[in-house]
Each structure stands twice: as C-alpha cells, then as structure tokens.
C-alpha cells in the first residue's frame, strides 16, 4: 500500500490509545485489526492487539460457551452477562496494564457488539445495556471505534459452512444488527462508520483515513 495513505498521521500520538474496529459477521474486521497492527509496528508504535470475547484464558472459555451451537437454548441476558464478564477480565489483564505503559490497544470487538447484538437485536434495551457496561467495566468506551459497514447479504455471505450459535440467528435479526451499528455513530462521539465492500486494500485505506483525522 502506497505511503500516501497515511502520510499524515502521527504515529506518535497513538501511543496510548484504545481503538476498537467492530462491526457485522463477515464484514472484515479481524482482517483489518491485524494490518492496523502490522502498520502501527512498523512505524513504531508499540501496540498489544486483543480480541473480544477472549484473548485471556477465562475470556477464551466463555467465548466457546457464548459461539458453540450446543447452547441453542441461551437467552440473551444470559448472552449479555457473559459477554461483559469476559469483558471485564479482558481489559483488567490486558488492556489496562497495556495503556498504563503508553502502548496502543487495538480491540475486536468491544461494548458496540454487545449493543447491536444484545441490546438492540436481541432487544433486552439500550439503557439496560448502558447501565450494565457502566457497572461491570472501568471503562466503556475506547478512543476510537471504527464500524465497518456492509450490507447484510454480502457479509453474511462471506461466513463459512459451519456458522456458529450468533452467525446462525437468521436475517432479520442480522440486519437490525447493521442498522444499530449504523445507529450508535449517530449517537457517540468517536464512532465511525465505513464502508466495508470494495479489496482490503481499500478498506484499510478507509480505516487509516479515520485515524488521520484525528491523529494529525
């Protein structure tokens, strides 16, 4: 990818900085974590790269519990207190101590999957959510939260042939997904919505185009 792309950041001032990219099963956003990652390295940014759910040894437990087809028959406060548990020792383990020594988080995943998954789809309600993750977590937003957008068909599309218990939820509940992604952009500061369709390439040129308006 051509330096043009990212000529204006100061890599500098990510030092110490949580960012989050999240958005719909299938639109990317693992992807685009790791060559954020990888870019981020090597300008020298020291950064610490997680996953949510997991990414600890009790966050990787509840993920297989919360993704297993076997537990078909999990509500969703069951869903949404195991998430915010797995959450909670996520950023006590490794995100706090990360960003106490001035290095970079990048996250998959964070507060804004469980609002559109739970909260709006899953309709246990925006406040219960807010109120929930205002309890549980010592911080419920990052810096920066990059939402990569796609169409619903296209990016549920892109799961394989053995979707787990989420990916299986069905369409209508995928694209209230989308819509309250869409949604949550409208309401916060510091949450971005991209276009998810077109190469990698392209999108990580969109992620890095968030990052250099604010990081400039």
């Known amino acids: 990818m051509g330096v043009g792309y ?16 999240d958005g719909p099963d299938g639109c990317g956003k ?8 990888e870019l981020m390295i090597s300008n020298g940014v020291e950064v610490v790269g997680v996953r949510d759910p997991g990414s600890t040894s009790i966050g990787e437990q509840i993920r297989e519990i919360l993704l297993s087809n076997d537990n078909a028959e999990m509500n969703v406060r069951c869903e949404t207190l195991l998430y915010m548990a797995s959450r909670s020792q996520l950023y006590g383990q490794h995100i706090a101590p990360a960003l106490a020594e ?4 990048v996250c998959d995943r964070w507060v804004s999957s469980t609002y559109a998954y ?10 219960t959510l807010l109120d929930l993750a205002e309890h549980c977590l010592e911080r419920t937003w990052p810096d920066v939260t990059i939402i990569i957008d796609m169409p619903m068909e296209r990016s549920m599309s892109r799961i394989g042939d053995n979707p787990d218990r989420m990916e299986s939820k069905g ?3 995928h694209r209230k997904v989308r819509d309250a992604y869409v949604e ?3 309401k916060y500061e510091n949450i971005y919505v991209i276009d998810g369709n077109g190469s990698i390439q392209e999108v990580h040129k969109r992620v890095l185009l968030v990052l250099d308006t604010i990081f400039n």
């Open 184 to 186: 949550l952009a409208d």
């Open 171 to 173: 369409d209508e509940f």
């Open 118 to 127: 739970q909260a709006v789809a899953g309709g246990i309600g925006r406040e």
């Open 6 to 21: 990212y000529i204006g950041m100061k890599f500098e001032l990510l030092q110490g900085k949580f960012i989050v990219l």
């Open 30 to 37: 693992s992807t685009q974590s790791q060559l954020l990652k």
């Open 102 to 105: 001035g290095k970079c988080v």
